[in-house]
């Protein structure tokens, strides 16, 4: 089954607690990219990548780190979390650069505390 | 900045009506345009995607875009109540550029 999976899907931390939020993808796609979603805010683009080592800035890239190593896979580090990053994380993938549809992963919900 | 717009509803409309939801954006270079449905607390899902000036129908479904005046829209008909969800509008420019949403449009279909 083609899909975009995430792990945790939830997640409870303290504030400066490094931790890294896993994207992997099946489909063989290029280009994966993270977002952020917040009431009245809608969906922001943190990070992207439009293939292995190439990774570009969003709008919100502040306080976050991506790394794009294999093209399966695109994890999303944040090495001292901060309680504005309590949010709803969306990975997702497409096939080309971005011209297509973006598949989206079930969805990382974050509280800092 | 680019930015997307959307009117935030919610835009309630009765069971059979037809819903239009409405976007503008802001860069004129932007190709792609991408209307998303989202169930609350669950992940978007792609509805539509338009390339060109004109419409788009998908079986209830229709996409208009209109490139100089810098909107696209999503007509429903027959609204379902299974419809009531947000709807995001997503707009990316040339190679690659990142994706900009729209805030949402929040729809509710009355029984």
């Known amino acids: 089954e083609a899909q975009v999976t995430q792990n945790p899907r939830y997640l409870i931390t303290v504030t400066g607690k490094k931790l890294t939020v896993t994207c992997s993808q099946n489909?063989?796609?290029?280009?994966m990219s993270w977002y952020r979603q917040d009431p009245g805010l809608g969906l922001r683009q943190i990070y992207y990548s439009m293939n292995v080592e190439v990774t570009d800035k969003g709008d919100v890239p502040e306080g976050y780190k991506v790394s794009r190593k294999e093209k399966r896979n695109f994890p999303l580090i944040l090495e001292s979390p901060s309680p504005n990053q309590t949010s709803l994380y969306f990975c997702?993938?497409?096939?080309?650069?971005?011209?297509?549809?973006?598949?989206f992963g079930p969805g990382t919900r974050l509280t800092v505390t | 900045q680019k930015e997307v717009e959307q009117n935030s509803g919610p835009l309630s409309v009765p069971e059979g009506a037809i819903a239009s939801l409405n976007c503008t954006y802001s860069?004129?270079?932007?190709?792609?345009f991408f209307w998303y449905r989202q169930y609350s607390g669950k992940s978007p899902e792609l509805i539509m995607s338009?390339?060109?000036?004109g419409d788009k129908e998908d079986g209830r479904f229709t996409a208009q875009l209109n490139k100089a005046s810098q909107y696209v829209s999503l007509l429903i008909r027959d609204s379902q109540p299974s419809d009531s969800a947000t709807y995001l509008c997503?707009?990316?420019?040339?190679?690659?550029?990142?994706?900009?949403f729209g805030p949402g449009t929040r729809l509710s279909v009355l029984p």
């Open positions: 997702a993938s497409s096939s080309r650069q971005g011209a297509h549809e973006q598949y």
């Open positions: 860069d004129r270079g932007s190709q792609s």
């Open positions: 997503a707009v990316n420019g040339n190679y690659g550029q990142n994706f900009v």
């Open positions: 489909m063989n796609h290029e280009y």
């Open positions: 338009i390339y060109s000036n």
